[in-house]
Structures are given as C-alpha cells and as structure tokens.
C-alpha cells in the first residue's frame, strides 16, 4: 500500500502564491506518474497538472503559465507551486499517484486526503 499526504494549503488573497506538497510513503517500488487534481462543492474531481517519469509534465489550461509541478523522486515527494492564484481556484486539491510496490505488480492508483486551498480577499 501507498499512503499520500498533502501540505501547504490554507488562505491566500488574489494574486499570492502557495506551494502544495504530497510525500508518497509505504511499500513503493517506482511511482511513474504523480499528479494533483482538485474538487469544489457539487462538481466533479478535476486535472489540474501530471508529471511522469523521466521528465514530462501536464497542465490543464486554466492554470497553464500559472502552477507548476515538479518532484524529488529521492524523497517521493511531488510540489504544486501556484502563482497569481485566483478565487475560482479555490478547491481542495487531491494528490493522485499510480505507483507499483513491486517490479512485477500492476500500477494502481492511490489518492490523498485532500488539502483546502482557499482563495479570497
């Protein structure tokens, strides 16, 4: 199994920064993919930005130029630095993970608890 926790969420004012973390902790061979996804009230779980080993990163338009993503795969850590935040970003943010315990086991998708990130003057 593989635990994920976030940090760094809270209560920022239009046009200030926030820098997300998720550390990956458990039985982990390789975590190829690591993401961040958020959720407002009433709507669907959304993309908002994927990096996959070696190098490649994702990013859903509405934050494209704005959050970046990157990791420390000494640390199973993935970051979420957002800049220039704006209310509708306002959500709470999931880190998302498709890891394999062993060389040999199927990649499966784990979920962390979710970190309230709210944007408001």
């Known amino acids: 199994q593989v635990r994920l926790v976030e940090s760094g969420g809270g209560l920022v004012q239009p046009g200030e920064s926030l820098r997300l973390s998720c550390v990956a902790s458990?039985?982990?061979?390789?975590?190829?993919?690591m993401a961040w996804y958020r959720q407002t009230p009433g709507n669907q779980r959304e993309f908002v930005a994927r990096?996959?080993?070696?190098?490649?990163?994702f990013y859903a338009d509405s934050v494209e130029g704005r959050f970046t993503i990157s990791r420390d795969n000494s640390q199973n850590t993935v970051y979420l630095q957002m800049n220039s935040l704006k209310p509708e970003d306002t959500a709470v943010y999931f880190c998302?993970?498709?890891?394999?315990?062993?060389?040999?086991?199927?990649?499966?998708?784990?979920w962390g608890q979710g970190i309230q990130v709210t944007v408001s003057s």
């Open positions: 998302n993970a498709i890891a394999q315990w062993q060389p040999v086991a199927p990649p499966t998708n784990y």
């Open positions: 458990g039985s982990i061979f390789s975590i190829p993919t």
């Open positions: 990096t996959v080993t070696p190098a490649s990163t």
